[in-house]
């Protein structure tokens, strides 16, 4: 099968990968599955890992096939399985897990023990067939691959983070997501669909802005001053809960200007540094809070979302040929929405 691989890190993601002629998986383990890859989605971990931000944190080995957010149709299966059949269209949830320990029996996959992230410690789905365990696997009714595939990781990640913040968003409270992309978009609409506060949705690019459609106020942080729209529309309250899907310097420091008292600073992108003064965070009595992927149980509720048709996700598809050149337009903020890889 056709691969696309990742032979030394790099700053240039515009020759990052090569393609490889490599073995078709096959089940090892007796609850293994196969899925031959239909859409695979480009997430910004993947910059991360070509440039090997990864290092000393993740299983990388190289040469690396990274993918962490998969669908397809399953091809074959291990003596045991019993969740799906050969023929059976999946989302994969990225991690493997064993199942056993207590953060696993907790519901909790990403803690686990064993923890095994796909298309990071594993090969991932920049390749016509992935092994994952059938444990990984949300069977897609009615919803494409190139629709699903971006809720592996992406879609799932705001939904966590938007099911956290829900907890403490009441009628009347305000939230300000920022950056509208692969991520943002969809938690815009998760907020909606799942919170009754006012959303504010904040991004330097007014492309990226139009897919923000279910906030009720939008603000362009290069060309307006967010304090002045947080201030109208709180009437100098403050925010409720920031969902920031950047995690940027930047905008890491917005949670101590623009927060009210005991409010929440979700980070859910990352790249910079919390630097926020002890005393102000004690004064304000602010959070800041890291949130990781999702859980499988989470992405079987996104999932009801998106079969439900309530969840619209933007997606430019591209031929995995083109690998190089989705890793360049993403480094440079040149893809609106999620850009969706096909073998
Ligand atoms: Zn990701
Ligand atoms: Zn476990």
Not at 49 to 73: M, R, Y
Not at 310 to 329: C, S
Request: with cysteine; proline share 4%.
């Amino acid at each position: 099968m056709d691969a696309a691989r990742l032979h030394e890190y790099t700053d240039e993601m515009s020759m990052a990968f090569s393609f490889e002629e490599l073995p078709r998986p096959e089940p090892e383990r007796s609850d293994d599955i196969v899925v031959r890859i239909e859409a695979a989605g480009w997430c910004h971990t993947d910059n991360h890992i070509v440039h090997g931000d990864f290092e000393g944190v993740a299983d990388i080995n190289l040469p690396h096939t990274p993918g962490h957010e998969n669908a397809g149709t399953v091809e074959s299966v291990g003596d045991e399985v019993t969740a799906v059949d050969p023929g059976d269209e999946v989302v994969l949830h990225p991690a493997l897990t064993c199942g056993t320990c207590r953060s696993c029996r907790l519901g909790e996959e990403m803690y686990c023990d064993e923890h095994v992230f796909c298309g990071m410690d594993t090969d991932g789905g920049f390749a016509e067939y992935m092994r994952t365990s059938e444990r990984s696997a949300v069977q897609l009714t009615n919803v494409d691959p190139v629709e699903a595939a971006p809720h592996a990781d992406a879609g799932l990640t705001a939904y966590r983070a938007v099911k956290r913040a829900r907890a403490n968003l009441v009628p009347g409270d305000t939230v300000l997501a920022i950056g509208v992309g692969g991520l943002g978009h969809i938690g815009i609409q998760l907020l909606d669909e799942l919170t009754a506060a006012t959303i504010i949705a904040a991004d330097i690019k007014d492309e990226a802005l139009a897919l923000a459609d279910s906030a009720d106020h939008t603000v362009n942080l290069r060309d307006e001053e967010i304090s002045e729209l947080v201030d109208t529309v709180t009437d100098e309250h403050g925010i409720d809960a920031i969902l920031d899907f950047v995690g940027s310097d930047e905008t890491l420091d917005l949670g101590l200007s623009l927060l009210k008292q005991g409010g929440d600073h979700y980070v859910v992108g990352y790249g910079g540094h919390v630097t926020a003064p002890a005393q102000a965070m004690v004064g304000l009595e602010i959070n800041y809070c890291g949130t990781l992927c999702g859980s499988f149980t989470e992405l079987q509720e996104l999932m009801s979302l998106v079969e439900d048709g309530q969840i619209d996700v933007r997606t430019v598809e591209y031929p995995l040929a083109e690998i190089n050149d989705v890793a360049a337009k993403l480094e440079d903020g040149e893809i609106q929405g999620r850009a969706v890889l096909k073998p």
